[in-house]
């Protein structure tokens, strides 16, 4: 199908999420989460004022909980709504009070307010945290209206702590928050706040100066504000995503920067992906590292593979999102990714020399219209990619062999004249084109199918030892014979691309499907190290484990295999225990160790390290091999976190 008709269709992936968004929010209540960079920005009141302006227009809201911290604008604003009891204990003599889950269902209202989406439960509640109660009353249908400060969002939590000098202790998943149906931001400007904290109308004396003094200091609220801020763009603009992929409109829409950065095999891939990265952290950008295997590609150099494995790998050390296709052309794949996911940058490689003539450079330009493009420029400390890799020994060999068969086939069809009729003769001739389709290169398989046609003709054709047809006949059948030998080629090199992709499907499916089935009714943390080693042994030979830490070492929960860790490999998987990366064999951290080390890394932190021993590791340890191996590791941390909370 034509490029352009391709681009302007929903892609089916995008409307099944889409299908799933909308049946999951029909499903249940509306989550509306009022978010600030500070306490006393004005989220409470301004979900209380917008409450009642929607009471009036005939919706039935309640609250569930309230904290006005004893301020007079907002004490009278609470006091208007009808208030769902609270449910109360005793904890050490001090008396906690909660929201009533099992009152707010029973009640059953349009909408009900609830504050302070990032605390924690007093003991003895249904849920250790309070956005699990939110989570049941939204699956009973009742819509949610509730408050959270940018500082309690998971995966800000350390850069908050590290910037402000803070530690919060209270976080919410971010897979919680990006479930709301809609963020309002409460912003207010620092000046403005300040002078409510001097005021009193946030804090009262000592507790509002030394408010002042440490967390409220004006640096740190001009850094939380600005995070605030530029969550809640992100959040639009996956809503916008979302919105624009449902319609298939093809513009940039995109209310942030995404960068992709296209790369092939070469020696200045990993020095491309390193300026990638850079590029993304300096606008502080999603960033996307992308290969596209072509299909007279498929058979790279072992040189070729080191070059593309070592920039993947960086790729993935360095956060990035990996995405590798298989196709027939280069540019299409490119444009389509980035259309369909609103790139904003591209970052390629700059062609030199003779590569001009073949890079893929140019087409892109000419059809990234509203995408900017930055050329990276090899330094002169960088090795030029050579132009002689289009003709690699394997290429020479396969016109060799394709050169050889031909000439051993005419000579068969030299001596069976006189015996055979022409027509079986030309079926005879018709073998290397076969050979040559099923197992190399397209342009060798045209250069085989012209070469034996013109032998053929030369030597089994009247007038012999010419070129001349004195039958018109074998001339319509010479066309038909070429015009076979091109589908035999384009089937067979389609064929040679589909049956890895088709592997690689069934084994990313076999490995992750399955492997949520199993942890799924799994309610101990044993038997889940257990069943996770048993499914990881599946995958090739070889010995596996699931280590934890230990005193001072780390110790073996779980194994498939015999296996006795040393002292070189047991310090490697500590490295990867503390440092959260992986390590080991084939990678670019204590490669000298035997096995590959994956952390099981949560949202909080590491809770072991899978260790990887393959008989055949140069071979399971790829690219493609190792996201399936951090696929299972994310499944196996939900899993457990499930069974610890």
Sequence with gaps: MPEQVDDERPDPDDLLSLVEYEERSNKKGKLIIYLGYAAGVGKTYTMLYEGLSARTEGRDIVT?????????????LADRYESIPLWTTYYQGISLKEPDVDKIIERNPEIVLIDELAHTNAPGT??????????????????????????????????VSQLTRVLIRETVPDTFVQKADEVRVVDISPEGLLKRLKEGKVYIGDLAREAINHFFSRENLLTLRQFALRYVAEYVDVSIMRLVKSKSLSESWSAIDRILVAVRPGPNAENLVRAGYRLAARLDAEWTVMSIVE??????????????????????????????????????????????????????????GINILFSPVYRII??????????????????????KRQLTVKIREEYIAGAILVGDVTWVNYLLTGKISPENQLI????????????????????????????????LVKPYYSLAITDWEYFISFIGYVIIALIISTLATRLRHMVPQIWQSEARVAAVGNLSQ?????????????????????????????????????????????????????????????????????TDTLAGGDGYYLPMKGNKRVYGVIGFWFDNPDEMLTADNKEIYDSIASIGVLALERVMS
């Design 295 to 352: 299909e007279q590609d498929y058979s790279h150099s072992s040189q070729e593979d080191k070059w593309l494995k070592a920039p993947l790998d960086t790729a993935r050390r360095l956060g990035a999102t990996i995405v590798r296709y298989r196709g027939n052309d280069v540019v299409a794949e490119i444009i389509r990714y980035a259309r369909r996911n609103h790139i904003t940058t591209m970052l390629m490689g700059k062609p030199k």
């Design 366 to 387: 000419r059809k990234s219209a509203g995408i900017d493009l930055i050329l990276y420029d090899a330094k002169d400390t960088d090795k030029p990619i050579s132009i």
């Design 64 to 76: 569930g909980y309230i904290e006005t911290h004893k301020r007079p604008e907002t004490d009278t």
């Design 428 to 459: 005879i001739q018709f073998i290397p084109v076969v050979i040559t389709g099923l197992f190399f290169r397209r342009d060798v398989t045209i250069v085989v199918a012209i070469t034996s046609i013109l032998l053929f003709d030369f030597t």
């Design 518 to 586: 199993i942890l799924a009714d799994v309610t101990d943390t044993q038997e889940l190290y257990e069943s996770l080693v048993d499914h990881i042994s599946h995958i090739g030979r070889g010995r596996f484990a699931i280590l934890t830490p230990g005193i001072n070492k780390m110790e073996i929960r779980a194994k498939k295999g015999e296996l006795v860790l040393s002292e070189k490999e047991a310090s490697i998987a500590w490295w990867v225990y503390e440092h959260g990366d992986c390590a080991g064999r084939s």
């Design 126 to 159: 249904r849920h250790t945290y309070r956005y699990q109660d939110i989570e049941d009353i939204l699956q009973v249908g009742i819509s949610v209206w509730t408050t959270l400060n940018i500082q309690h969002i998971e995966s800000l939590n350390d850069k």
